[in-house]
């Protein structure tokens, strides 16, 4: 089988990559992809594949003015736009494409098993320019008859270089400068990029929109309490009130490790609800906890 996958040499990506059982095409900007394109601003010269895995995109930051906030808009959406033209100058349009996607397009900061019923309502560029990609490829994939698998992902974790918050925590936690936030209560649907890449081959003529999570929803305390013992550290916790003022240091020093809206992100619950794809895709993930790629020190 040959897939055409983007974002190849990303985190996820990478992990993608490895998993899929054929001929891997990939396409990105860098001069490792066998196709040279950058999706934001080309339409790309393609060659006819089975499956399309778009994985590349904009993410984990956030823009502090226009002309950043335009950036997840041309990846994101612009990017997924001209992938389908370039699709569409071909003779034979691929049987299945696989969208990674975010849970981001909820627009929720707290709520617990929140499932892919749920009315979509980003609040971040990052989550409108994948809604609106979304939208885009649900319309373009019924009018060319093609399958169409949206993944929307929460925290994705693997080795050292995992991205996002949960990146961040790994990072602080090595080198010793995490403060527990509270009691650390707060549960938090995460996801092994690995366990994408082994459920992704299997897609093949299947459709519909997913949550994919590990399916524990761990605790920022029992996570970081798991990541200690890997780097053997000791976990320190801060007051609360006090985590409020050094967040708002963040907010406006770009480098600090805490701003106002990572301290919300860490102190509320937020789980998503996976059973849809358990039971269409049989999905059969991994937990987070205990299956982290991480050298201890």
């Known amino acids: 089988m040959k897939y055409l996958l983007t974002g190849a040499s990303g985190f996820l990506g990478n992990y993608i990559s490895k998993k899929l059982p054929g001929e891997v095409i990939s396409l990105g900007r860098s001069g490792n992809n066998e196709l040279i394109c950058d999706l934001s601003n080309k339409v790309p010269d393609l060659v006819p594949v089975e499956m399309v895995i778009h994985s590349a995109g904009h993410a984990h930051r956030i823009p502090k003015n226009e002309e950043?906030?335009?950036?997840?808009?041309?990846?994101?959406?612009?990017?997924?736009?001209?992938?389908?033209?370039?699709?569409?100058?071909?003779?034979?349009?691929?049987?299945?494409?696989?969208?990674?996607?975010?849970v981001a397009v909820y627009g929720l900061e707290q709520g617990e098993l929140i499932n892919e019923s749920t009315q979509e309502n980003p609040q971040s560029p990052y989550g409108k320019s994948k809604l609106e990609a979304e939208?885009?490829?649900?319309?373009?994939?019924?009018?060319?008859?093609?399958?169409?698998?949206?993944l929307r992902l929460p925290l994705i974790a693997g080795g050292e270089n995992t991205p996002g918050n949960l990146g961040?925590?790994?990072?602080?936690?090595?080198?010793?400068?995490?403060?527990?936030?509270?009691?650390?209560?707060a549960r938090k649907s995460m996801v092994l990029a690995e366990d994408i890449g082994t459920l992704i081959p299997n897609l093949v003529g299947k459709s519909g929109v997913f949550n994919l999570t590990d399916g524990k929803h761990p605790s920022l305390?029992?996570?970081?309490?798991?990541?200690?013992?890997?780097?053997?550290?000791?976990?320190?916790?801060?007051?609360y009130s006090l985590l409020q003022s050094l967040a708002k240091i963040g907010d406006f020093l770009p480098f600090f490790p805490l701003n106002s809206y990572r301290l919300e992100k860490l102190s509320?619950?937020?789980?998503?609800?996976?059973?849809?794809?358990?039971?269409?895709?049989?999905?059969?993930?991994?937990?987070v906890i205990g299956n982290l790629d991480l050298k201890s020190i």
């Open 268 to 287: 509320n619950a937020l789980t998503f609800d996976d059973s849809k794809a358990k039971t269409i895709l049989g999905w059969d993930p991994n937990p």
């Open 68 to 102: 950043e906030e335009q950036q997840f808009w041309k990846v994101n959406f612009d990017g997924t736009k001209n992938l389908t033209k370039g699709l569409e100058k071909l003779e034979t349009l691929p049987e299945t494409f696989v969208f990674i996607s975010t």
């Open 135 to 150: 939208l885009f490829l649900t319309d373009w994939a019924e009018k060319n008859k093609v399958n169409l698998v949206i």
């Open 221 to 239: 305390a029992e996570l970081d309490t798991y990541l200690s013992g890997i780097y053997n550290k000791r976990v320190k916790q801060i007051n």
């Open 168 to 185: 961040a925590m790994i990072k602080a936690i090595r080198k010793n400068y995490y403060f527990r936030v509270g009691e650390g209560k």
